[in-house]
C-alpha cells in the first residue's frame, strides 16, 4: 500500500467534526442580554458599577463556587489575567520571574510587562509541566515570583514547587488556561497557588469567544486585581491612600468583561463536566490504541490527578521507528483531513508544540520596551540556545501532540487517526 505522502491514496478525506459547544443555551442567553439593553455596566471609577453588570457578577459567583475558591474575577483574557496577577503580587523592574519555555507566550511576557526579568526554567521530562530542580536552580535574591503552567492540562507538581516557593517567599501564579477541571489530591487546577488563571478563547475547554477568570483565596490579591482590572489610579484617587505601599503597580488597565461574553461563559461553564468526561474517554481510547504502535509512548498522568487533555500528548521513540519523528508524524497527516471551523490549521497533529519560548527573537535580542532594551538592560540574564534541553528535546525531537480526543469525534473518527498511524508505521520502510 503506497502512503499518501508518496502520491497514494488518503485514508481519509471527509473533514473531522467540528469542535463547537455553541447551542441554543447560548443564543438564548446572548438574546438575554441584548433585550436588556445593557452590554456593559462598568464604570472606571468608585461607584457599585466599578465592579460591572449582572452578568459578569454572576458568571463571577458561579464560578467560584464551582471552583471552590473565595474569589473569581472576570477578564477579557487569561493574557489580561496573566498580567493582572503579576501586577498584584507588587512585581516591579528589575525583578525576576521564573517561567516555563514551553507555552504560551503570554505566560512568560507577563513579568515584562511590569519591568521584571523572566528565567526560563527547564520542563518535567514525562508531565511537561515546570521541574522543582529546574526551578530551584534558577532562583536568585532577584526571584520574586514562579509562573507554573497545567501544560496541555495536566496539574504541575504542586507540593514540591508551593514547598519551594515557602521556602523563598515566592508567589506562586498558576496558569491554567488549559486546564480547566483538571484536578490534584480532589483539588481543582487552578486553585493549587496564590492565584490562578484560566482560559476562555474560542479553541479551549469551555469560551466565550475571549475572556478568562482569575481566582484566589487571598483577600488582599483580589482586592488589587479588581483595581488593575479597571483603572486602578482612578479608583484609588476617590478613595484616599494613606499607605503609599497601596499604589504600586496601581496603575490600571482596561481587562474588563462585557455582559455577553459573562452570559455565555455562565452556559459554557454549567457543559465544562460533560465535556471533561468525553474528553478523558476519547483520550483514553487514543491511549491504548496508539501505545500498540511500538514507536509511540503514551501519555502518563501525575499520580493522585486528573488531566484535562487541552491536547493529547505522545512520545515518539526515533531509534524504534528507524527515522525522525518529523518523517513519521508528516506521513500520518498526508492520510487525514482538516477538521470543520479549523480548516486553517490543517491536520490537528503536529510535532512538538511551540518552539522554546526564550529562542524567540524578543528574548535573542533583548529588546522589549523602548530603544535601550528594558527591562532586560537591568539585568545580565542571558537565553542561549540548549538553556532547557529537556524542552528542546522535546520540542524538536520527541513530543507529538493532537487534538483528535475531542468532544464531538466519534468512534469511527477515532478509528481513522488510529488506522492512520498504523498505516504508516506498517509501512514505514517507504519512508527510510
Not at 161 to 175: G, Q, R, S, T, Y
Not at 420 to 430: D, I, M, S
Request: glycine letters at 8%.
Amino acid at each position: 500500500m503506497i502512503l499518501a505522502i508518496n502520491g497514494g491514496d488518503k485514508l481519509r478525506t471527509a473533514p473531522f467534526p467540528a469542535y463547537n459547544t455553541i447551542g441554543a443555551e447560548e443564543e438564548e442567553a446572548v438574546l438575554r442580554v441584548l433585550r436588556s439593553g445593557k452590554l456593559s455596566t462598568y464604570l472606571g471609577t468608585w461607584h457599585d458599577d466599578f465592579y460591572g453588570g449582572p452578568e459578569v457578577r454572576a458568571l463571577e459567583r458561579e464560578w467560584g463556587e464551582y471552583f471552590g475558591v473565595k474569589h473569581a474575577i472576570s477578564v477579557n483574557s487569561a493574557t489580561s489575567g496573566l498580567y493582572a496577577a503579576v501586577g498584584a503580587c507588587g512585581i516591579s523592574p528589575g525583578d525576576e520571574v521564573i517561567v516555563s519555555a514551553y507555552t504560551m507566550s503570554a505566560s512568560a511576557t507577563a513579568a515584562l510587562v511590569y519591568g521584571a526579568i523572566p528565567v526560563f526554567a527547564d520542563i518535567e521530562e514525562e508531565y511537561y509541566c515546570l521541574d522543582v530542580n529546574s526551578i530551584e536552580s534558577k532562583i536568585t535574591p532577584c526571584t520574586k515570583a514562579i509562573i507554573v503552567v497545567d501544560i496541555f492540562g495536566q496539574p504541575y507538581d504542586r507540593d514540591a514547587i508551593n514547598a519551594l516557593a515557602k521556602k523563598h517567599n515566592l508567589f506562586v501564579i498558576e496558569d491554567a488556561a488549559q486546564a480547566p477541571g483538571a484536578m490534584l489530591d480532589g483539588k481543582f487546577a487552578g486553585t493549587l497557588g496564590d492565584i490562578g488563571i484560566y482560559s476562555l478563547n474560542y479553541h479551549k475547554h469551555i469560551h466565550s469567544g475571549e475572556g478568562g477568570i482569575i481566582v484566589t483565596d487571598n483577600d488582599a490579591l483580589a482586592h488589587k486585581l479588581r483595581l488593575i482590572r479597571n483603572h486602578a489610579e482612578a479608583v484609588l484617587s476617590a478613595k484616599g491612600i494613606e499607605d503609599k505601599s497601596e499604589l504600586i503597580n496601581m496603575v490600571g488597565f482596561n481587562y474588563r468583561m462585557t455582559e455577553i461574553e459573562a452570559a455565555i461563559a455562565r452556559e459554557q461553564l454549567k457543559k465544562l463536566p460533560d465535556l471533561l468526561t468525553q474528553r478523558l474517554a476519547n483520550t483514553h481510547y487514543f491511549n491504548e490504541k496508539l501505545a500498540q504502535i511500538p514507536c509511540i509512548i503514551p501519555t502518563k498522568i501525575r499520580p493522585y490527578s486528573k488531566h484535562a487533555f487541552y491536547v493529547h500528548p505522545l512520545q515518539f521513540d526515533e531509534k524504534t521507528a528507524g527515522m525522525h519523528r518529523n518523517r513519521f508524524i508528516d506521513a500520518v497527516k498526508a492520510e487525514l483531513p482538516p477538521t470543520l471551523l479549523r480548516e486553517e490549521s490543517a491536520v490537528l497533529l503536529s510535532y512538538g508544540y511551540v518552539k522554546p519560548l526564550y529562542l524567540q527573537p524578543l528574548y535573542q535580542e533583548r529588546i522589549a520596551f523602548g530603544r535601550d532594551g528594558y527591562p532586560f538592560s537591568l539585568s545580565d540574564v542571558t537565553y542561549p540556545k540548549g538553556l532547557c534541553p529537556v524542552t528542546e528535546n522535546m520540542h524538536y525531537n520527541r513530543l507529538i501532540t493532537h487534538e483528535f480526543m475531542r468532544p464531538g469525534m466519534t468512534q469511527n473518527d477515532m478509528n481513522d487517526v488510529v488506522h492512520a498511524f498504523e498505516k504508516v508505521w506498517k509501512n514505514r520502510e517507504e519512508l527510510l
